[in-house]
């Protein structure tokens, strides 16, 4: 193992995201909550951009202010982007599939 530190966070977001993911899925698709945006007409990858640019948004504030914030940190706040940017990822490659699929 090259970094233990790096490791050990990805253990630690991996835990994050399923700790939250019971608070806001369904048991038949885990990712429910990230594809509600799809019923208005918007791919789950573009609506979880935005829940990233409202993260960024609040980071940036939260540096610029040098403040722990009220109810996430910093360090939570980083985490929960990297989490964003996976499930953006794996929502990608699904919206990708299905355009694949609708031209064969």
């Known amino acids: 193992m090259r970094n233990p530190r790096f490791h050990k966070l990805l253990d630690e977001i991996k835990e994050l ?6 608070d806001y899925a369904v ?3 885990p990712f429910s909550n990230f ?3 799809e019923k208005i007409g918007i791919p789950a990858y573009k609506g979880i951009m935005v829940r990233m ?4 948004s609040r980071l940036c504030n939260l540096i610029s202010k040098d403040s722990e914030g009220n109810y996430e940190s910093i360090e939570d706040t980083f985490k929960d982007l990297a989490v964003y940017s996976l499930i953006a990822y794996l929502m990608y490659q699904d919206n990708k599939g299905r355009k694949q699929n609708k031209t064969k």
Do not use: A, F
């Open 53 to 56: 640019s409202d993260k960024w």
């Open 27 to 29: 048991d038949k698709d």
């Open 17 to 22: 995201h399923d700790k939250k993911n019971t």
């Open 35 to 37: 594809r509600e945006c």
